[in-house]
């Protein structure tokens, strides 16, 4: 029963831990209590009397890295006490951190085990101001007993140099074969793929520098849209399902099925500045989040939530309101679905009865609720100065929903709930863009393709590829914009990119003529058979299946295939769920060459925070002298 304890632990029998084992070390201590859990609850052993070892951790993971001056909150925990008043010595470097720490929430009996006492100090929004690999340890004095963790934390320099923009364009699950499913449908309307080639690429193709970017959790291969927000948007790693905190030892007593009473076991986690509340709160910088999704689901709560669950939206708006580490709200614009989390509450589905939406009016924000009203606002300088925008409850509809096309037969139709008048994301992103850089000031904007993913969990690949065009199309008209408004664009890194995965692939193309034509092979089907026969080279193996290219038309002009063609791509999907694939980025403007390579999502972070506090004229001299070689390639 003992042995669960004590791994990471410098115990008075001289055991000692290593910095770079820690973590594994942590986690099998995680898991190895959670067994005794079960075991002493099972069993009901009498453990009262059993004096666990003492063991303390400090709920940072192995790799953590911050900026200067970066906030997070500092959390060590310790297990295998017997007196309350154990008492903590945190060391820096070496030297006693007590005197510049805030004074810590204390709390004990944290964990679901109440048989045995722990106790956990909480530091909030501690800081570092130097760079370099700091060395923490974490020392509890028990009685006669002591316990002692390590672990090392890099923190890069920040100084801001320019007053440089980020624009994120974030496709969700908008994986390799996500954008070619896009550019395939939409770049081969009236014969402009033939042989082989494109007469133009995509928006977010056209970009001239690509990276891989690899996208696991925490504690697993397959991300979820959380983890993966949480990586790109506060530079570390978490668990599954978790934004912007680190895991604590009370998140085990959160029950989904008495959030109100529970919540705060969500809540209470160990926080990491975003960069976007780290922009703000230092430079004033504008922070924007816009979304075909819930303003308050994973991918744009990744810029301003913290909680270990992303299923608390209400807490996520109240969160955005309030701001957690900024004063007043996190966000100058907010625009997407998900109203009822800010106009409907009430004690039982968020503890409060707030209008949201009525308190961010009274704070200066332009509210609007249809695509007629957000389209009737100025831009310019008189554009608002800052803006609230929920079009619908829950999720927006999608684009080929949006634009009345009919829905293929294994597609269901679709359902508005009353909210027809719905504006698209390019739509959504000229007018963020229009609030954002109204005052001169420099702006972070996260501009998010959030039913990619969400149609590809339901295989429906006609909602999923036009919403695929809808988000490329949202790339061009964000960068149209910042053109327009003269030297915006040359001071903006825009990136392209997707938080995870999922299963589609290209099979071909179908003629829809034969009948019964498969055009899209859905999961759970069989997985295709073998090719016919390797001596005929007979490739069919769907009804329908075709050589050559598909032939959309695009005859309104409006940039998305009407899909009444026939010849249509094919795909095919292997399961309903993300995957753990490695995600395409596209890069442009200062500092873009920084976003080439194979890295990890974490990386995102510290590439975007380098780009804004160092100096990248070599490296945009580097990449302007690269498209001067190009030789006979096709000069999109
Ligand atoms: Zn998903």
Redesign the pocket.
Known sequence: MKRGAGTIVESDTGRSSNDEGEGESLMKTLFLGVAFLILAGALRLPIASAQGSLAVSIRLPERCRLLTDQQFDLRIEAVGVTHVDASLRVLLDGAEMSSVLPSPEVTSDNDAANTTLDKAWTFRKVAFSSAGTKTLQAIVSDGTRSATARTRIGVQSFRLQDKRNILLFLG??MGTAYRDAARLVAQSTNHRFREGFFDELLHMDQLPVTGMVMTYALDRVVP??ANTASAWSMGNKTIDGALGVFPDNTDSRFDPAAVQATKQFALDNPRVETLWEYLKRRYGYKTGIVTTADVTD?TPAGAGGHTITRSLGYDIARQYVDGVFTSGPTFDVIMGGGKERFVTRTAENSGDARNLAAELQSLGYTYVQTRSELNALSGGPSAPDKMLGLFRTGNMNVAYDKLGLTRPSDEPTPDFEGFADQPFLDEMTVKALAVLSKQGRPFILLVEGASI??Q??LNHAAGQIWDTIEFDRAVGAGRAALRRNNHTLSSTLVLVTAD?D?SMTILGVTDTTVPGAVQNVRSPSAYPSAPASPVTKSRATYPGESDGFPDYADANGDGYPENTNRFRLTVGYRTG??TGTSVPLTAGGPGALLFTGYYDQTDLFFKMATVLSQNTAALDRALSEKAKLKGVEQNY
Request: glycine share 0%.
């Open positions: 969700d699950a979820d849209s994973a993913d969400k590809s969990h995870h999922q769920a993300h």
